[in-house]
């Protein structure tokens, strides 16, 4: 069965440093791999995805993040986070189920990012 | 741009009573999901659901859950007596058959007393 570990369970870093959040996740093919952000109350918004093809994916809002097959990780990354990013992240895997192009969402528990003005 | 829709936005309930949450998928998705995330803990799979049926359902999903798309546009989560521990977001989501994305919708929050 899919896993997703994100090992730190919360971050703390000032406004405009940079950020990388940690993903590793654990699935016997090539997976679908997500990262969404989740404010206080509210619903799950798709940062990035990445399904096949160019290992480094753009995302909204200025983060980006690198499908490393060999460490089986999707790293979040950002070069200067602003206040506002200030949220719960949650990598999540794609694993495909009995047949044609359904598949279920595992997520990992998420990791908290507070920023500091 | 279209989008997952979800109904009531927060449902208070008694233990033991029945609940529908109701959610409208994005028009031309054929694929539907329900997940749902207690307070403070990750999102889990619960269902996903095609062509009037049920694909795969999580060991969460028991007897007392169960799914249906009663017309055309509706996708209704049903928890027949709700427990204290079914307190939760529970969040719906569809997809294209041809595509690789799940759009999710906001959400209804689910408290339990």
């Known amino acids: 069965a899919q896993s997703v570990t994100q090992p730190d369970i919360h971050i703390t870093v000032s406004e405009g440093a940079s950020l990388e959040l940690r993903c590793n996740y654990s699935y016997g093919a090539t997976p679908y791999l997500f990262w969404y952000v989740q404010s206080p109350g509210q619903g799950l918004q798709l940062l990035l995805k990445y399904f096949s093809g160019d290992t480094l994916v753009q995302g909204i809002k200025g983060f980006e993040a690198e499908f490393k097959r060999s460490q089986s990780s999707f790293n979040l990354r950002k070069p200067s986070v602003h206040w506002s990013d200030a949220a719960e992240y949650f990598c999540?895997?794609?694993?495909?189920?009995?047949?044609?192009?359904?598949?279920?969402?595992?997520f990992g528990k998420g990791t908290l990012l507070t920023v500091n003005p | 741009e279209p989008e997952v829709t979800q109904t009531p936005s927060h449902q208070v309930t008694q233990m033991g009573q029945e609940v529908i949450l109701r959610c409208v998928p994005i028009s031309n998705h054929l694929y539907f999901y329900w997940y749902r995330q207690i307070l403070g803990q990750k999102v889990e799979f619960l269902v996903s659901?095609?062509?009037?049926?049920?694909?795969?359902k999580s060991e969460i999903f028991d007897d007392q859950f169960s799914v249906e798309r009663p017309d055309g546009s509706n996708f209704t989560l049903k928890i027949r007596s709700t427990k204290l521990e079914d307190s939760a977001m529970y969040f719906c989501?569809?997809?294209?058959?041809?595509?690789?994305?799940?759009?999710f919708g906001p959400g209804t929050r689910l408290t339990v007393l």
């Open positions: 989501a569809s997809k294209k058959v041809e595509a690789n994305e799940q759009f």
């Open positions: 659901f095609y062509n009037n049926e049920i694909s795969e």
């Open positions: 999540a895997v794609g694993a495909r189920g009995s047949g044609g192009s359904n598949y279920k969402l595992t």
